[in-house]
């Protein structure tokens, strides 16, 4: 290392591209922007970890709530995102290839690439969440679509479901003014409440497993569904009400991480098209990589739990 | 200056300037990338966190006096000793050693230029700013009661004060405390000088790494912690209130996995700045090196498992319990590591009674009174007893304020002339130490006994059986704050008038003391080649600390 220090060295250390003033070499500097970008990726776990906690809590105490409320997200465009992202990471893990290889136009295609895919995910998001929004299952009062009487007569067709994989149950209130046609019913919410309609499936298919007499509920459900020994719907629907707290706070998190991972790459596409990487210099390539990969990975952890979570009690029915 | 030519390896030449002297224009602080810079910012705001934490200690002190509720009134009190516990853990422990004579001195100790990632060190900074000029805010608008642990659904539902804009606070000022950690661990794995050896660390880096763990491992648990409050509080629906399906142990428990760690967070540097006091001022190299190492990375780690004896009679399991009670025993194990070998590098050390030395011995006392007290504490049955009295009070002031304090004022001190090339007045710097020993324990002993009696914790009255005791309380307070004002006045004072101490005032072998003081910039004129192990007093070590101490004899008898 530079023990002694002639003036040929320091002009190469002036030269080197992207070389900071407290490192004494590239290899040095390389080292530690990656330690800490592990290092970064370490606490965002912690930070998805306590969520992750959270929802392992409750899902372990009530998990006959968390499949009655999991069956009303849409599989398809959850699936759908799934893919999206695993492509996108792909195109980030070309993206960091082409500027190992100093190769620029590629490089650029990349990164635009990947911005479009993670776009896309967002796209889908928002059209999930705005379903979420119009059907009444965003769990806070107020935030769901307000409806009125009026509104809901002069209202053109409900929104066709893809049949595929729409799931066959009624058991929020939109679920049930459409399965009795406009008329009869209409679907108001005028002041955006959270419209769960004690909706039991789940529970029934589980109590009709009690019955051949195999223990079926865990022991927090036969406390936490019943009062006085009676299923009482209200506090079933307080579980399924925390399965959606939980879902949008951790997929809100989660688009969150896209949108600055979007911005990363932002600033990757204009630093990369002006040429500044090289193969000598890719390192803030390969960073947002990571983060980009990272963000990619805590959502194949929330597809399968959110959304795939007791599908088979259909295929039961 | 005759120093520099005693110590062989020291530079050579001296640099133009230092890095107080680099650049005087206010963009040159608030845009610099020095971590020494950002070091005294930081060292700065901290301390003004102390005095108002303090001002809101001493109304609590004040309200004790009598039995009565008499100076404020109950709610007020709640808001008193919350804002208290916030400003005091939040804003001041948890940054106090790690955020500034970390942040100064990490670098030096190892031969760095700088911190690994400089505009990381300053966005954190920013970062603690902005999180405490929220906290401020909300304070000023009419403060926050719930106890700076936030307990659910008191503080979801029924609060009716600044929740929201004090969790916000401290949520962004937990990435200020992330950010710090991280930069940490990147710089004592890429940073150190040529020879640094991992064995061959001051004992303070391995304390600051063993923090930096626990940083980023538990701070971002409290921020999710926190958001989820806040959201909940917000929004009215949520995972903490029972009364909608929710489970207020579960905040508990996730307070708590970051909160307790935090306590290592708030001692293990404290630690590691004794580590350096003992064995420098013994003139000895450190008894057990390695252990004292390890012992830190231990308690890291074993900190992480014991959140729940918080938690003995909230309504946590029972087994868990056992265990959890089990475990803290445990983690008692390194610190009583790191006590009995401190004890050790004292006997037949050559000690001298320097202001530091006073507060590192001071350390040893009083943590070992807390340390102990911890145990009756995380023992099963007689926590049943003792929970929410003030004896769990006495215990953490006696780990929080007479280990991290008094290791960050004896750090401040032995570090001082390094960091502003001053020396302060070595009478009234002892004079301190001794108050601030004398003032806290007449302030928390009596505390012990109060709780022993059933004081209850967070109540602005209590039974007139318990006045004298509280009165002694009251009068050790006083005493403790004359002891804090003090170096505030003859530090500033030495700033202007304080003779100038020279690159190695206490004549020791640590990197940090060759170098100028105060240091350049870039911290070493060329970048050092390490040829010797920590605490070498040795000769070999290039140190000839005999003839010096001769000479500064000579010099104090003319």
């Known amino acids: 290392m530079a023990t002694h220090s002639d003036t040929h060295h320091e002009e190469f250390h002036y030269h080197a591209p992207g070389l900071q003033h407290q490192f004494e070499d590239m290899k040095q500097q390389e080292e530690s922007v990656s330690i800490g970008m592990w290092m970064f990726l370490v606490q965002e776990i912690m930070f998805f970890g306590g969520l992750f906690t959270a929802y392992l809590v409750f899902r372990s105490r009530f998990p006959l709530a968390f499949a009655e409320a999991s069956n009303h997200l849409n599989a398809f465009w959850g699936g759908l995102n799934t893919l999206v992202l695993i492509v996108s990471s792909l195109t980030m893990a070309l993206a960091v290839y082409f500027a190992q290889k100093g190769n620029r136009n590629m490089q650029v295609i990349m990164i635009i690439l990947t911005m479009i895919f993670g776009a896309t995910f967002l796209g889908v998001k928002v059209i999930e969440y705005t379903d979420k929004y119009n059907t009444g299952l965003v769990p806070v009062t107020g935030w769901n679509k307000k409806t009125k009487k009026a509104d809901a007569e002069h209202a053109a067709e409900p929104a066709k479901k893809d049949q595929a994989f729409a799931i066959p149950l009624i058991e929020t209130r939109a679920e049930a003014s459409e399965a009795a046609g406009d008329h009869s019913a209409p679907y108001i919410n005028p002041k955006g409440e959270f419209q769960w309609n004690s909706g039991r499936h789940v529970f029934d298919y589980a109590i009709e497993k009690e019955k051949s007499g195999k223990p079926y509920l865990t022991a927090a459900e036969r406390v936490g569904y019943f009062s006085n020994g009676e299923f009482d719907p209200n506090k079933y629907r307080d579980k399924i009400r925390i399965f959606y707290y939980i879902y949008f706070v951790m997929t809100g998190l989660h688009a969150l991480h896209m949108i600055i991972g979007l911005g990363l790459m932002a600033w990757l596409l204009w630093a990369a098209y002006r040429g500044t990487f090289s193969a000598d210099y890719f390192a803030p390539v390969e960073m947002s990589g990571l983060y980009w990969h990272f963000v990619d990975i805590v959502w194949i952890f929330l597809f399968p739990l959110l959304y795939l979570l007791g599908r088979h009690f259909l295929g039961a029915h | 200056m005759q120093n520099v030519d005693a110590i062989g390896s020291g530079i050579p030449v001296y640099p133009k300037d230092n890095f107080l002297t680099n650049g005087f224009t206010l963009k040159s602080w608030l845009l610099t990338k020095d971590h020494k810079r950002i070091a005294i910012m930081y060292l700065i705001t901290i301390s003004l966190f102390f005095m108002a934490g303090g001002l809101y200690a001493s109304a609590i002190r004040l309200e004790l006096l009598t039995p009565e509720t008499d100076l404020l009134t109950s709610a007020t009190y709640n808001k008193v000793f919350t804002q208290h516990g916030i400003l005091m853990i939040f804003f001041f422990l948890i940054p106090s050693i790690p955020a500034v004579l970390g942040n100064f001195l990490l670098p030096i100790m190892i031969g760095a230029k700088d911190l690994a990632l400089p505009r990381i060190n300053l966005l954190s900074l920013y970062i603690y700013w902005v999180g405490g000029i929220l906290t401020v805010y909300a304070l000023l608008q009419g403060g926050v009661d719930t106890g700076w642990t936030f307990y659910t659904p008191y503080s979801t539902t029924f609060s009716n004060s600044y929740v929201m804009a004090v969790g916000l606070g401290i949520f962004i000022n937990g990435f200020s405390s992330i950010l710090t950690g991280l930069n940490f661990i990147v710089t004592v794995h890429t940073m150190r000088a040529p020879g640094m050896t991992w064995f061959r660390l001051p004992l303070f880096v391995w304390a600051q790494y063993a923090t930096s763990l626990v940083m980023i491992l538990g701070t971002p648990v409290v921020a999710i912690t926190v958001l989820l409050l806040a959201i909940e509080r917000t929004v009215g629906v949520g995972i903490f209130d029972p009364a909608i399906g929710g489970d207020p142990i579960l905040f508990q428990h996730m307070f708590w996995f970051y909160s307790h760690p935090a306590v290592y967070i708030m001692v293990l540097p404290g630690m590691g700045v004794v580590s350096e006091l003992i064995s420098n001022f013994s003139r000895k190299k450190i008894f057990g090196y390695e252990f004292i190492a390890f012992s830190s990375i231990a308690i890291a780690v074993f900190g992480f498992l014991v959140w729940g004896h918080h938690m003995f009679v909230s309504g946590q399991s029972m087994?868990?319990?056992?265990?959890?009670?089990?475990?803290?025993?445990?983690?008692?194990?390194?610190?009583?590591?790191?006590?009995?070998?401190?004890?050790?590098?004292?006997?037949?050390?050559?000690?001298?009674?320097?202001?530091?030395?006073?507060?590192?011995?001071?350390?040893?006392?009083?943590?070992?009174?807390?340390?102990?007290?911890?145990?009756?504490?995380?023992?099963?049955?007689?926590?049943?007893?003792?929970?929410?009295?003030?004896?769990?009070?006495?215990?953490?002031?006696?780990?929080?304020?007479?280990?991290?304090?008094?290791?960050?004022?004896?750090?401040?001190?032995?570090?001082?002339?390094?960091?502003?090339?001053?020396?302060?007045?070595?009478?009234?710097?002892?004079?301190?130490?001794?108050?601030?020993?004398?003032?806290?324990?007449?302030?928390?002993?009596?505390?012990?006994?109060?709780?022993?009696?059933?004081?209850?914790?967070?109540?602005?009255?209590?039974?007139?059986?318990?006045?004298?005791?509280?009165?002694?309380?009251?009068?050790?307070?006083?005493?403790?704050?004359?002891?804090?004002?003090?170096?505030?006045?003859?530090?500033?004072?030495?700033?202007?008038?304080?003779?100038?101490?020279?690159d190695n005032p206490w004549m020791l072998p640590g990197l940090e003391w060759r170098t100028t003081s105060p240091p350049p910039t870039e911290n070493f004129v060329t970048t050092p080649v390490v040829t010797w192990e920590a605490y070498e007093f040795g000769e070999e070590s290039g140190l000839d600390l005999e003839g010096a101490r001769r000479r500064e004899q000579v010099s104090t008898v003319v």
């Open chain 2, 319 to 502: 087994y868990a319990g056992l265990v959890f009670s089990f475990l803290t025993m445990v983690v008692a194990v390194p610190s009583a590591i790191k006590m009995f070998n401190w004890t050790a590098t004292l006997y037949k050390g050559s000690i001298s009674f320097d202001t530091p030395m006073l507060y590192g011995l001071g350390f040893m006392g009083l943590f070992l009174i807390g340390g102990l007290t911890g145990l009756f504490l995380g023992s099963i049955g007689l926590t049943v007893y003792l929970t929410d009295t003030y004896f769990v009070v006495a215990h953490f002031h006696y780990v929080m304020v007479g280990g991290q304090v008094i290791a960050y004022l004896g750090g401040l001190h032995y570090w001082w002339p390094k960091m502003t090339g001053r020396m302060y007045s070595e009478f009234w710097g002892k004079i301190s130490a001794m108050l601030v020993f004398i003032g806290f324990n007449l302030t928390f002993f009596p505390q012990f006994i109060l709780g022993y009696q059933g004081m209850p914790r967070r109540y602005a009255s209590y039974p007139a059986e318990l006045q004298v005791l509280n009165i002694f309380s009251t009068a050790g307070a006083s005493v403790l704050a004359v002891g804090f004002i003090m170096p505030l006045v003859y530090l500033t004072h030495s700033l202007f008038f304080g003779k100038p101490a020279g």
